[in-house]
């Protein structure tokens, strides 16, 4: 798929991923499950370098939920490393492509080196505006929205807030995701056909696109044809296709 035969006016705005398959891509090649992991970094690159290219303008990937914490602790150990050492090689390229770096997620779990470098990567890319890449990290939608609860019970439980003054938008702004727009179209690769725990509230009206590529085999070409699937798609947020047309 070319991206010249994109319509770049109907472009999201924000695309969400969820990057599946790189362990079994790594056993598949007769590897284990970390090299899987490091081959997925190419793939993000890929993926960012398209979505920039084509006018996406934020782009959030899974990468790590709190689940992913009672997997073999081998494998744990392997991936914080892995996202030190991205951090480490891949921020100055970053900074250079015009590319501000977020994270979400219970950020506190993760080891302290981890930490340290995030904020550095977040400080040194905070003033780039060409496309906003957020990594969800320690991340649990369920999390997410029970936190945003408390937030505002506890500004309820001080006088700051009426029950009744409890809006949609407040709640958004009480979420991990504030200030940026919800997801329109959300990826997810390898064949798995559920979101799991991923962006519950911020995905209520995403269109979903699901292939059987492994994430380490997602390339640029792959994501214009997401893309270009998501172009054909009528987006009526509950109403009816005359309304829209009309």
Do not use: C
């Amino acid at each position: 798929m070319n991206k010249d035969k994109l319509d770049l006016n109907n472009i999201p705005k924000h695309v969400a991923i969820i990057m599946d398959g790189n362990g079994r891509w790594a056993k598949k090649h007769g590897e284990d499950r970390v090299f899987g992991h490091i081959s997925g970094v190419k793939s993000i690159r890929n993926v960012l370098e398209a979505a920039s290219e084509i006018g996406v303008k934020y782009l959030t990937l899974y990468a790590f939920s709190t689940e992913n914490w009672d997997r073999p602790k081998e494998e744990v150990d392997a991936l914080m490393s892995l996202l030190v050492k991205t951090l480490l090689d891949e921020v100055d390229e970053l900074n250079k492509n015009g590319v501000r770096l977020k994270a979400i997620g219970n950020l506190d779990m993760l080891p302290k080196n981890a930490i340290e470098l995030l904020n550095q990567s977040f400080d040194r890319t905070k003033m780039n505006d060409k496309i906003t890449l957020t990594l969800a990290l320690s991340y649990s939608s369920k999390w997410e929205i029970t936190n945003a609860a408390r937030k505002l019970a506890e500004k309820v439980k001080n006088g700051e807030l009426l029950p009744e003054q409890i809006t949609e938008t407040l709640f958004e702004d009480a979420l991990t995701t504030s200030g940026m727009p919800n997801p329109e179209f959300l990826i997810r690769t390898s064949g798995e056909l559920r979101i799991s725990n991923y962006l519950l509230w911020q995905l209520a009206y995403a269109e979903l696109y699901f292939t059987n590529e492994l994430w380490p085999e997602f390339n640029k070409e792959s994501f214009y044809k997401a893309i270009a699937d998501y172009q054909k798609r009528e987006r009526r947020f509950g109403k009816i296709s005359e309304q829209i047309n009309g």
